[in-house]
């Protein structure tokens, strides 16, 4: 079975400065995705930006990039010039790449303050 | 822009009651799924429904817990009894199935219950 750790239960980060959350992840498996995921308090859970394990380049999205190590199974996430609005909880999530297998499998989150 | 919505968004009910939470997916998403989600940690599926069959409901407590998507759209997640242990956010989240592949999970505002 896959597990998704997040060793950073919370992180602060000042206003327009760059902040790195972590992930690191265990599977067998070759082929699959990795997402991260924001949850910000009392709204729904929304996509940040998704990473295809077979692909080198490391994704990114405006001010969101991974870093994506797949041989020490690392996933980490920086947000570049964080803003307000950039305050939630974060989670790390797996997924695998083949039919029938398409759960997302979270980590326990990553709380981000915005200290202005 | 289209949303997956839930309903109730809060529920207080007794222990031993029974309860039911409804979800309405994007249109046109043919897979639906249920998560769990204990306070502090990430989300965890409950079941996976493609179209009206269930696909995984390896983590569904099916001794209490039931869940249908009679016509493929719309679905129900249901509790009886309902136990403290069950007191939780539950998240609907569905993504479009086209070409044999599954596209990005959109999440639901989520039904936070509290058992009694």
């Known amino acids: 079975a896959q597990t998704v750790t997040q060793s950073q239960p919370e992180m602060s980060v000042q206003e327009a400065e760059t902040v790195t959350l972590s992930c690191t992840y265990d599977?067998?498996?070759?082929?699959?995705?990795l997402f991260w995921y924001k949850q910000p308090p009392s709204r729904q859970m929304i996509l940040v930006i998704r990473q295809e394990a077979y692909k080198q380049q490391n994704a990114t999205e405006n001010r969101f990039s991974v870093n994506f190590q797949k041989a020490a199974k690392s996933f980490s996430l920086k947000i570049s010039d964080s803003q307000l609005g950039d305050a939630a909880m974060y989670f790390c999530?797996?997924?695998?790449?083949?039919?029938?297998?398409?759960?997302?499998?979270f980590g326990t989150g990553t709380r981000l303050t915005i200290i202005p | 822009e289209a949303e997956v919505a839930q309903s109730p968004r809060y529920k207080i009910t007794e222990k031993s009651q029974a309860v039911a939470f409804w979800c309405d997916p994007i249109?046109?998403?043919?897979?639906l799924y249920w998560y769990r989600q204990i306070l502090g940690q990430g989300p965890e599926l409950l079941v996976q429904?493609?179209?009206?069959?269930?696909?995984?409901d390896s983590q569904l407590p099916k001794d209490r817990f039931s869940a249908e998507r009679l016509k493929g759209v719309d679905s129900t997640l249901k509790i009886q009894p309902a136990e403290l242990g069950d007191s939780a956010m539950y998240l609907c989240a569905s993504s479009l199935w086209a070409g044999g592949l599954s596209y990005e999970q959109y999440f639901g505002p989520g039904t936070r219950l509290t058992v009694t």
């Open positions: 999530a797996y997924r695998s790449a083949g039919f029938g297998n398409e759960k997302l499998t």
């Open positions: 599977t067998s498996e070759s082929d699959y995705y």
């Open positions: 249109s046109g998403h043919a897979t």
């Open positions: 429904f493609q179209d009206e069959s269930v696909v995984d």
